[in-house]
């Protein structure tokens, strides 16, 4: 069931490439790798927290008002990020700033916990969590990896080609429009190609 | 009627536990952030002076610049540095200069900053000398960031400008050379606002003077 979900978390419903959602962060903090893994583990873990309490809560929370019950969830467990990243990784939280904070409107967390965690049993949710974060994780990786490299001809803040001039417009907002554009229509050519040769 | 309590009661509970997991989450951490930022603030002024200096915390009694410290080596003032923060592109920039005697910059050190990733926080990028395959032998090198390493040895009591001559890593060490002659410093490429905010904070404690006296 494991490998199934996970699949389906990072092939078949990843949140960027799949569903289109959290483009937001994706293209903002998308310029090194570092900063990708930090975003992505920091979303990991809210998803995983708040798919874990919105599915414990999920029958006894009035339908009516669920989604400011969920946002307060999901603000707490991204204020819990944001303190132990401010108090035990500074280096992260000077380079991710404000857009841990803005994890909370990332609608990525939201989508998941009304359309799954809301359903689902505890333990399918947390699941999907990991599945989903995971997801969102190497989707951010994927899309940073082609811009530092283009963009600063680094990974991680090593230099790779030495000598090779870097294309400054991949470090910028519209090379990572056209990366995250590139990424998305080869994934969903893959997609399509494959469902097409099922029917 | 029944409905509202119920509503009411429901998001007033999620709303408690929240706060108690938030408060509790916070008093375990605030030590330690609060740590960091003086044990940062720290290095920063140690980093701006001559080894070897004595550092004096002084409360400064206008609130322009916030703080400042007086390095002394024996009874000899050598330096002092000053706490400044400049309008970014986005927020404020915290930063500590260090000016010796003469009015030559001994040293700049980003603080604080919120400017975009991968534009303005590059003001706070190394140089990656180092190639990648390199990394996993080594540990990874302790080199200074770039921008604010060209501040070093500039005067305040000059002019100081931007030049366009592209970015200072990719520049020849005649080119750097010439870069200090004109008292001038190298953009960040898509980032003008972030170094021009950090210009003029250096300006702005030029025209106040620069070299204080001591308290």
Partial sequence: MMSEELHRGIFKENPIFGLALGLCPALAISTSVFNALGMGCAVLFVLIGSNLIISLVRKWVPDRVRIPCYITIIATFVTIVDLCIKAYIPVLDRQLGIFVQLIVVNCVILGRAESYASQNTVRKSIVDGVAIGLGFTLSLVAIAAVRELLGSDRFLGYTVIPGFHPILFFAGAPGGFITIGALLAFFNYRRLKKEKSVH | MNETIKLTFALTIVCLISGVVIAFTYSSTIHEIEAQRLFEERRAVESVFPAGAMIFDTASQSPFPARFWV?????????????????????????????????????????????????????????????????????????????????????????????????????????????????????????????????????????????????
């Fill in chain 2, 71 to 215: 390095a002394r080596k024996g009874p000899v003032t050598v330096g002092q540095a000053f706490l400044l923060e400049s309008k970014g592109f986005s927020g404020a920039i915290r930063f500590i200069v260090g000016i010796d005697t003469q009015g030559v910059i001994t040293g700049v050190k980003i603080l604080a900053q919120s400017e975009t990733p991968g534009l303005g926080a590059r003001i706070e990028e190394r140089p990656a000398e180092k190639l990648l395959w390199t990394a996993f032998k080594a540990s990874a090198g302790n080199e200074r960031p770039w921008f604010t390493r060209q501040f070093e040895g500039l005067s305040i009591r000059k002019q100081l400008s931007i030049s366009s001559m592209g970015e200072w890593p990719g520049l020849s060490e005649r080119e750097k050379q010439s870069l200090v002659g004109d008292n001038s410093v190298s953009a960040i490429t898509g980032a003008t606002v972030s170094t021009r905010a950090i210009i003029d904070g250096i300006v702005k404690i030029a025209a106040r003077g620069g070299e204080r006296r001591q308290p």
